[in-house]
């Protein structure tokens, strides 16, 4: 069954880069996967997406700041998040996208990391 696991700092300076690492145990990188994130007492976000070919998509709320990459040497995927504010606060997700009878859910799940921005 597949296992992901978030890294990073937890604490992050605003206007800095916040920069996550999900990596990915038994299971192949080359599929779809997502970042999402839920700020203290609001709900989840969707923040963007890299699939199985490479491409990318992004919130168009967080586009202007967001980069998703993958290192399948490493079976790792990131997130990056620039220019960040208290507002970015936020515990971050990362997990897996299948698509199912046309949907297409998330169907695993890190177990999430709190970020604080704050000087």
């Known amino acids: 069954q597949v296992q992901l696991q978030e890294s990073g700092p937890g604490l992050v300076k605003p206007s800095q880069t916040l920069s996550l690492t999900c990596t990915v145990s038994?299971?192949?990188?080359?599929?779809?996967w997502n970042w999402i994130r839920q700020p203290p007492g609001k709900g989840l976000e969707w923040m963007g997406s890299i699939l199985y070919s490479g491409s990318t998509y992004y919130s168009p709320s967080l586009k202007s700041r967001t980069s998703i990459s993958r290192d399948t040497s490493k079976n790792q995927f990131t997130l990056q998040l620039n220019s960040v504010t208290p507002e970015d606060t936020a515990v971050y997700y990362c997990a897996r996208g299948i698509y199912y009878n046309s949907d297409y859910i998330l169907d695993a799940w890190g177990q999430g990391t709190l970020v604080t921005v704050s000087s």
């Open positions: 038994y299971g192949s990188i080359t599929t779809n």
